[in-house]
């Protein structure tokens, strides 16, 4: 696992207004990216991760901050794994949490077949949103976290589980009833 090229951002935003340093936290989680030490983060380096940590930068420097963007390397396969360890940690975190939404969904499957006026039309709209995170997980988990295969199968179990919409409650929702 040695030789891996890591870019890297190091930036610094006013406490006030806060908004501005929620936001690039935020789109830093959405891209995956690690905290390595205070204020700098990583990604592994490739074209597209490079991108986005220099829009990211120079979005902070329109909010009034700083950033700097960099490459490096560790100077040895164990910081390395370290890190990749740590990226991995935080994927099966993500991908532990959709799979425990989506065994809630599997439970509630049977209770909607028996139950009368059961909404299975909401259990499904509910898998549809987990599937779209478990896609977006899938993109920013760079270095395939095992944790994704379980979640995988939970959304596919939670699936055969789930009743499908009744056509008539179907039809009824399209009326606007």
Known sequence: MS??????????LPRE?????LAVWRRL??????LLHDAVWLL????????????????IEEQG??????????LG???DQTIVAQFR????????AIAESAEGLRCVGPKLRVARGGRPDHARRQ?????????????????????????????????????EPSPERGRADAVGH
């Open 65 to 74: 901050g700083t950033a700097f963007v960099w490459e490096a390397t560790s």
């Open 3 to 12: 030789g891996i090229s890591w870019v890297a951002l190091s930036y610094r």
């Open 29 to 34: 989680k959405r891209l995956g990216a690690t």
């Open 89 to 96: 940690a935080a994927a099966d975190e993500r991908y532990a």
């Open 127 to 163: 898998l549809a949103g987990l599937e779209r995170a478990l896609r977006l997980e899938s993109r920013r988990d760079h270095f395939r976290a095992p944790g994704r295969r379980e979640a995988e199968e939970a959304l596919r179990t939670a699936a055969r589980e789930l009743p």
């Open 17 to 21: 207004p806060s908004r501005p340093r």
């Open 44 to 59: 592994p380096s490739d074209a597209k991760t490079r991108e986005a940590f220099e829009w990211l930068a120079e979005e």
């Open 77 to 79: 396969a164990e910081q």
